[in-house]
C-alpha cells in the first residue's frame, strides 16, 4: 500500500494566507487582533515552540507579544500579570505557555485567565463547554488534527479510532472530538496492557505518547491513518515524532510526517482561534 503524508505544513501555510486577508480586512476597520503568550522559565522546547507561534502570529499581521518571566517568580506574580491582561484591551487572545514551574498550580493559573480571551481551550469553562457541546475555544493541537484530516477527506464516522495519550491538552480531547465526529473510541495510555492487540485493531491510531519512534509499523492494521503528535528529541538532536515513519510506510495509509505534520498545524489553530475573537466581537 502506498503511504500518503498528511502534510501539516502545506495546510498552515494556506490557512495562514486566508488569515492575512482577514486581518487586512480588520485592520481596516481599526481592529488588530492581539495575541500575548507568557512564557515562565528557560525551558528550551518551550522556548522553540513560543519562537514559533510569535513569528507566525507576526506573519499573519497579529500584533504578538511574548512576556518572558524569570522561573523563580511568585504564582501570585504570575496572577498578577495574567490579571492585567485579562483588563488589556489591546489583547484579544492570552496563552500560558506549559508546563510550568513546578511551585506553581497550573490549573489555578489556566483558571485565572479571563475564559473569553483563552486561545488555548485550558480553561476550565471552555473545557466544559466542550465537553457539553457548546461553542467556545478548542484545544489547539487536537483540532488541527481534525482540521487536517478533514482536508484529506479522510472518514472518521464508525471507525475505530485509538488515542494513545491521556493529558489535557491532547489525549482527552483528541478522544472527545474524534467521538463527536461519530469514531468509536479507545484510549490507551502507560498503564495499558497489550497496545499492540489495541493498535492492530485501530483504524486511525494518534500518538502522543512522548517517546521517540515509540511505535513501529509492525503495530498498525494495514491502512491505518497515524498521526504522530511527538516532539521527542533523538540521540543527536534531532526531531524525531512517537513514530517510526520509516517502519510505518507501505503499512498505513496516511501519516503525518515529523516535523511538517501537526506542530504548524497547532500553531494555525491558535492564529485561527486569535482572530476569531476579534471578527465575532
Ligand atoms: N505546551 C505544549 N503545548 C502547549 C499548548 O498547546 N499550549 C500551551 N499553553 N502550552 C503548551
Known sequence: METQLLEGKKLAKKMQTVMETRVSQLKEKGLTPGLTVVLVGDDPASQTYVRN????????????????????????????????????????????????????????????????????????????????????????????????????????????????????????????????????????????????????????????????HFITGDFLKPGAVVVDVGMNRDENGKLIGDVDTESAMGIASYITPVPGGVGPMTITMLLEQTIRKVEVD
Open 53 to 212: 507561534k510569535e513569528r507566525q502570529a507576526t506573519k499573519v499581521g497579529i500584533k504578538s507579544e511574548v512576556i518572558r518571566l524569570d522561573a523563580s517568580i511568585t504564582e501570585e506574580e504570575l496572577l498578577q500579570v495574567v490579571y492585567q491582561l485579562n483588563e488589556d484591551k489591546t489583547v484579544h487572545g492570552i496563552l500560558v505557555q506549559l508546563p510550568l514551574p513546578r511551585h506553581m498550580n497550573e490549573q489555578r493559573v489556566l483558571r485565572a485567565i479571563d475564559y473569553e480571551k483563552d486561545v488555548d481551550g485550558f480553561h476550565p469553562m471552555n473545557m466544559g463547554n466542550f465537553l457539553l457541546g457548546n461553542e467556545g475555544a478548542l484545544p489547539c493541537t487536537p483540532l488541527g488534527i481534525m482540521t487536517l484530516l478533514k482536508e484529506y477527506e479522510i472518514e472518521i464516522e464508525g471507525k475505530n479510532a485509538l488515542v494513545i495519550g491521556r493529558s489535557n491538552i491532547v489525549g482527552k480531547p483528541m478522544a472527545l472530538m474524534l467521538m463527536k465526529d461519530h469514531a468509536t473510541i479507545t484510549i490507551a495510555h502507560s498503564r495499558t496492557k497489550n497496545l499492540k492487540e489495541l493498535t492492530k485493531q485501530a483504524d486511525i491510531v494518534v500518538a502522543a505518547i512522548g517517546r521517540g
